[in-house]
């Protein structure tokens, strides 16, 4: 064989077996970046909402040590809890230009300020826009919105604690279009404020307004225009719309403060009524579902587990907690998983595990809502399940790792993220969902914006 030719041929296989190796290392590149790529958490309690975390690569308990905080930057006055959608982070707040604040369960406190909805970068914390408007509060507890914002289709809607319903552009915060729920409604403004987070699903947006035939109303999610509304009660409540499926349908569930009701989300027709009473009219946790269960709970002994009808769209009562059993929860969802209910009790201001059965009673803790000897009402901690574990973000500003089954409550370690800035009770409190998402939490107080880093150290993902 003639020398050139030898060298061709060589150099011909050199190239082939560099080719593969770059096409051996952009696929293993894209699998990589396919199997670590980072969660959203585009909504109140993640993407369907759930509050399952299912990013990977996430640490297995939290170290004595500590945990690296990425960022804090300053914000003001709050409940709503953020929202986070690839590079960028979305949350409410309120400035306070005149008034006291002055938490008074039977009165409301009248202030002026402005409200505001707040884009940040989340890697950096770097404020990217804001939008404000004047908004006077006449409510109680008025220290700042109650909702988190809902991100769509490069959309943001949000819902403020007078009734102000906005859609805002996610890249610019330019208005695209907005109304005053008590305005074009006939409604007026709970004494709790509006606290029902919007839901978006499919091309409509669902907000709970009030007055009659109006407490749920829904929305064309690009124009604003109503498409149709629905029940009548007394007061909206606080309970955001929660979307099922079963019994091959989907069914969109209200639970106001003197019924839980299944619709049809394309017309609103009511497929299913069941009455139950919730004590000051404080319908708030969303129902959670478990098989063709749902359960539903509130202040003065409420609760009820609802049957749902396997054939077709209806529901009868299962069982109503007594004294002695369920979980009473109030400012906090519930979860429900392998036939037990979690959640943390508003009278006994502990954490209890009861069955899904019965509502019988397995165990009670105190250890991860607070420090108090004395029983703290309306203890607080929002739960959210990462693979065999579970997150909770408690009233003290501590983020705690648990595991919790029928057995009990084993703890996994815990952080102090912020202070807690508000009021409640006697006791100083944060009652304010978190976000997970690109393997961090972001907390909030009335104060600010936290970043806490809850990426696995790299060697450790995927074990």
């Not at 060589?10 to 190796?21: K, P, T, Y």
């Not at 500590?66 to 960028?88: H, K, M, N």
């Not at 400035?95 to 409301?108: D, T």
């Amino acid at each position: 064989m003639p020398l050139f030719r030898r060298r061709h041929k060589l150099a011909s296989a050199e190239l082939a077996m560099q080719g593969l190796a770059l096409v051996t290392l952009a696929v293993a590149v894209l699998v990589n970046s396919q199997s670590t790529l980072a969660d959203d958490w585009p909504q109140w309690m993640g993407p369907q909402r759930d509050a399952v975390w299912r990013e990977s690569g996430i640490i297995k308990q939290i170290p004595a040590d500590g945990l690296p905080v990425r960022w804090r930057q300053p914000i003001q006055l709050g409940y709503g809890g953020p929202a986070v959608v690839g590079d960028r982070v979305f949350v409410m707040d309120y400035v306070k230009k005149s008034g006291e604040l002055i938490n008074n369960p039977g009165g409301v406190t009248r202030l002026t300020g402005q409200e505001r909805v707040l884009c940040f970068s989340s890697e950096t914390g770097e404020l990217l826009w804001e939008h404000a408007e004047d908004q006077p509060y006449s409510i109680s507890y008025a220290a700042g919105p109650r909702c988190t914002p809902t991100i769509s289709d490069g959309r943001v809607y949000t819902c403020g604690a007078e009734g102000r319903l906005l859609c805002l552009d996610a890249t610019s915060g330019d208005v695209i279009w907005g109304k005053r729920l008590t305005a074009e409604y006939p409604t007026k403004t709970p004494i709790w404020g509006f606290a029902a987070h919007p839901l978006v699903d499919g091309e409509l947006v669902y907000v709970l307004a009030g007055g009659k035939g109006s407490v749920c109303v829904a929305l064309d999610k690009r124009t604003g225009e109503e498409v149709w509304r629905a029940l009548s009660a007394p007061e909206p409540g606080y309970c955001p719309p929660t979307m099922i499926e079963h019994a091959g349908r989907r069914q969109l569930v209200i639970w106001h403060p003197e019924a839980v009701n299944g619709l049809d989300p394309l017309t609103g027709k009511v497929f299913w009524s069941l009455p139950i009473k919730a004590g000051y009219r404080m319908s708030i946790h969303a129902p959670r579902k478990s098989g063709n269960r749902l359960y539903v709970s509130a202040i003065g002994k409420t609760s009820a587990m609802i049957k749902l009808d396997d054939d077709r769209p209806g529901a009868e009562f299962d069982w109503h907690g007594t004294a002695k059993t369920s979980v009473y929860c109030s400012n906090s969802t519930p979860f429900l998983l392998d036939g037990m209910i979690y959640g943390c009790d508003v009278e006994a201001g502990t954490l209890i595990g009861a069955t899904v059965a019965s509502g019988e009673r397995l165990w009670e803790t105190a250890k991860p809502l607070h420090n108090e000897s004395r029983r703290a009402r309306h203890a607080t901690a929002f739960l959210v399940k990462h693979e065999d574990r579970f997150f909770l973000f408690n009233e003290m500003g501590d983020l705690v790792m648990a595991n919790l089954s029928r057995d009990g409550y084993q703890e996994l370690g815990r952080f102090h993220v912020l202070e807690p800035t508000n009021e409640a009770f006697g006791r100083d409190v944060v009652w304010s969902h978190p976000a997970f998402a690109n393997r961090c939490l972001f907390a909030r107080n009335d104060k600010e914006l936290v970043c806490v880093d809850l990426a696995a150290p790299t060697g450790s993902r995927g074990r």
